[in-house]
């Protein structure tokens, strides 16, 4: 607990406990009861009066703090000790729950900040010195202990598990390789190893990742901005209505002057929009902080807004729909020698284009040749092997077969291998949709949300992958102001868009759309100009942001709903003369609990949509087919 939450709460403890006091002294009689009610509403209320003072001091605005003082003094003055310091006590409490609705927000920015370490090993001359992390540059060596935090980015040495709960909200840990990044504040499960600093800590995805989410706590919603406006506007005409309805109900109506007064007090309670001003702003911050454990950063409340109205989203193909990587889809081959895929293997281990990787990975349990494999520009490799030569690469115009040209229409690479020039075996490669990619298209489809593919592939690859995923409407050859312009038509016609990319050819659409949306793994500048990233490139995780702002959005609608009702409903409830002040208090400021603690709902994790477990996927057949 925050040393600001620990005084709220002590605040109204206080204040509950001199309240109880001086109930009991006032059943008594005793002549010293309202000084327990006056060190109550002085316990309980010196902050937000204070507040509001200050306020009105500094900016000349108005705000329900210090109607809430205003009214607590007026019912002492008509001798409501007992009304005033309850009035005080709910005020206090309901302030107590918002700063703890705001402060659990900010945990899981705290809980990252303390798993960072500020000091980190570094390697000179075969040592461990001790170092700030700050001090540390490129290029510099570091050494990660086993079961110890990674204090910044890097790319390491040597193989290892890592937990990236912390960054990616994904609790199973990566198995990581030599070559591949590490990141600062993520934790080093397996064996200790070494790390060649790639980022200074200042540039970290960490320290990204702390800027983001606390940029978007101190910047609002558009609701809780547009209640925050009307605030000013709405206290000023509650404080000239009180002394009106005074006036008028003791020489118009012939109420006496005490009970026209202790109804515009009534007034002053019941009239404050306190619940009103909590619609929005606990809601949009549980929610914020819902998602930031879920590894899905928003930038601000205006972006959960605007995604919870939703109508058009477009994506990027290569990293964001699919996995970014050649896989093989397909193999035939015409002839049940078993050298033949010893051959595959043994040449293309040979070589390092992606494409020979994915070959490779697909034998990878076939045995290795001595082969002497020479590279032909423009074609691919050659080897000898027993007297024959042996190709392998792309089709030649003599090369013809049905499945070559159905491939090819399909938008996958074609790669054969052939004898003496004699076709032998064919394969194909493509990037593969990634898991559950066609449950998510299906999911915003559901929604009434249409679904575009915008990529710079081929219009036969494009249209193949559309297909298999079931896609609205796709776009093929697309350059990076291509995306941006069909972005803004899309705008145009849908009003609230958002674009989702990973590559710096995506940051012109994804600054342009409603709401840009990044993958964690994609490119800084992608990071940089979105609304929100997804830290781990999972599409389920932006069905679950989706399905995030839809909450908040019907909790805020509820909660404005509510507090204007009950308001009113109060109003009415004090000019027919049977609402006490007492009976005011408690339906106010309890009102304002209840849409706190509803706003604290959307601290709830929301049950997945999908089962995470890859076997089961019925993601598109190519994927399947794959695996």
């Known amino acids: 607990m925050s040393k600001k939450e620990r005084n709220a709460f002590l605040s109204t403890l206080f204040c509950l406990l001199l309240l109880i006091a001086g109930k009991v002294f006032m059943s008594f009689s005793h002549p010293a009861y309202p000084l327990f009610f006056i060190l109550a509403i002085v316990s309980g209320g010196w902050k937000q009066t204070y507040e509001g003072v200050s306020e009105l001091l500094k900016d000349r605005t108005l705000n329900v703090d210090l109607l809430m003082a205003l009214a607590a003094i007026g019912a002492c003055l008509i001798g409501n000790w007992f009304e005033g310091a309850m009035l005080t006590f709910i005020f206090c409490l309901s302030g107590a729950l918002e700063e703890y609705a705001t402060n659990k927000s900010t945990k899981e920015i705290t809980a990252l900040m303390n798993v960072a370490p500020n000091d980190a090993l570094k390697i000179v001359d075969g040592k461990h010195i001790t170092v700030p992390v700050e001090e540390l540059k490129l290029g510099d060596l570091v050494f990660v202990p086993k079961g110890k ?3 910044i980015d890097g790319r390491m040495l040597e193989a290892s598990s890592i937990d990236e709960s912390a960054i990616s909200g994904e609790s199973v840990p990566v198995e990581k390789d030599i070559h591949d990044e590490a990141f600062g504040g993520t934790i080093n499960l397996g064996q200790a190893f070494t790390l060649e600093v790639t980022k200074t800590s200042n540039n970290t995805l960490f320290a990204q990742i702390l800027r983001l989410v606390e940029n978007a706590q101190n910047e609002q919603s558009a609701t809780a901005t547009f209640i925050e406006k009307i605030e000013n506007v709405y206290v000023k005409i509650v404080l000239l209505a009180v002394p009106l309805m005074i006036v008028f109900t003791h ?13 515009g007090m009534v007034l002053l309670v019941v009239a404050s929009p306190c619940a009103l001003v909590a619609s929005a702003t606990p809601a949009t911050l549980a929610a914020i902080s819902n998602g930031a ?15 919870a109205d939703l109508r058009a989203i477009s994506f990027d193909k290569t990293g964001t729909l699919t996995q970014g990587k050649p896989r093989v889809t397909d193999y035939k081959t015409f002839s049940d020698d078993p050298i033949i895929p010893q051959l595959f293997f043994s040449m293309e281990r040979q070589s390092t284009h992606p494409l ?3 070959i490779t990975n697909f034998f990878k349990d076939e045995e290795a040749l001595t082969l002497q494999v020479e590279e032909k520009a423009g074609f691919g490799l050659e080897t000898t092997y027993l007297g024959q030569t042996w190709q392998l690469g792309k089709p030649t115009e003599k090369q013809q077969h049905p499945l070559i040209e159905q491939w090819h229409e399909e938008g ?4 054969v291998l052939s004898r003496n020039q004699e076709l032998i075996a064919l394969l194909a490669l493509m990037d593969l949709p990634k898991p559950y990619t066609k449950e998510v298209i299906a999911y915003f489809q559901e929604q009434e949300v249409q679904t575009v593919m915008l990529t710079g592939d081929n219009a036969g690859a494009a249209s193949y992958v559309a297909q298999q995923l079931g896609l609205n409407d796709y776009h093929g050859g697309c350059l990076p102001a291509d995306k941006t312009d069909f972005v803004k038509q899309q705008q145009k016609d849908y009003t609230i868009n958002a674009m989702v990319g990973d590559g710096i050819n995506d940051a012109p659409a994804l ?6 949306i990044a993958m964690g793994e994609g490119t800084d500048v992608a990071m940089e100009v979105s609304d929100m990233v997804l830290m781990k490139n999972d599409l389920t995780k932006l069905m679950y942001s989706h399905r995030l702002a839809k909450k908040m959005k019907k909790i805020v609608r509820q909660n404005i709903i509510f507090s ?13 003369q049977f609402l006490t002040l007492p009976l005011g208090v408690v339906g106010h400021e309890g009102s304002t609990i209840l849409v706190i603690l509803n706003g604290l709902r959307m601290l709830l994790p929301l049950k997945e949509l999908v089962n995470l477990d890859e076997t089961k996927c019925t993601t598109c057949p190519l994927y399947k087919a794959a695996h």
């Open 149 to 151: 935090a990674v204090p």
């Open 356 to 358: 020979a990787v994915a």
């Open 251 to 263: 020489f118009l109506l012939g109420w006496s002057f005490t009970e026209s007064f202790y109804r």
């Open 293 to 307: 454990k879920k590894g899905i950063l928003f930038k601000s409340g205006k972006t959960l807004e605007k995604l």
């Open 412 to 415: 996958k690479t074609v790669v």
């Open 511 to 516: 600054a342009t759309a409603s709401v840009g």
């Open 564 to 576: 204007l009702g009950v308001i009113v409903l109060l109003i009415a409830s004090n000019f027919l």
